[in-house]
């Protein structure tokens, strides 16, 4: 029988020292060449927004205009839209699912040649390979997700019939200089859902 003692606690504690000393340069690697790593060892720096040369933030907003049977149309918040979804984590997914990414469309070969590479990839670490394609590839809105707005349309609207939803970007650029108001607001990347 295992009995505790000081002796075994003193070997404990050196174990987990040095096992934690292992995995740090380990887990940073892991945020500088993959993603965040979660849970971590070590918290993010949290670095907020970053200023350009000028003293400038800028972000990427983004409005939902409905198009209803008959030409009428409406205006609402993305926020709106994923009213649902943890006001943390919204916006994170509105980028995954209606964002155009500069990518085009995810090679046939992105992860390797290899069958069994892309089994191995996909099978072990879906989340994370997904996740990475979502953030660099796009070939439009998917079909679970243009199911998905259609369900929020009839959620939103149930006396109305929805023809369209255009979900239009925008980069807003905010001066620290000007009291944190918008200086500038670029019209950016359109996404044309058809219901």
Known sequence: ?????????????????????????????????VTEPYPALLL??????????????????????ITFLGG???VISLRSLFADAPS?????????AL?????????ANL?????????????????????????QYWSGPEPATIEWVRGRMKDLFPRQTVERVDVIW?????SKHNHWKITQRSPGPRVEIKL
């Open 111 to 135: 992860w390797s040649n290899a069958r069994w590479k892309r089994v191995i990839l996909w099978r072990l670490f879906s989340g994370f390979t997904q996740g990475k394609i979502r953030r």
């Open 1 to 33: 029988m295992f009995k505790w003692n000081s002796q075994n606690s003193e070997r404990w504690v050196r174990f987990l020292f040095a096992t934690v000393i292992v995995l740090f340069p380990f887990q940073y690697w892991f945020a500088k060449c």
């Open 170 to 174: 925008y980069t807003e650029i905010y």
């Open 99 to 107: 964002h155009p990414k500069p990518g085009g469309v995810p090679p």
């Open 72 to 74: 009428k149309k409406q």
């Open 44 to 65: 993010p720096g949290f670095e907020g927004g970053v200023f350009n040369a000028a003293g400038e933030v800028s972000i990427e907003p983004a409005d939902v205009s």
């Open 88 to 96: 943390s984590q919204f916006h994170v997914m509105a980028y995954y």
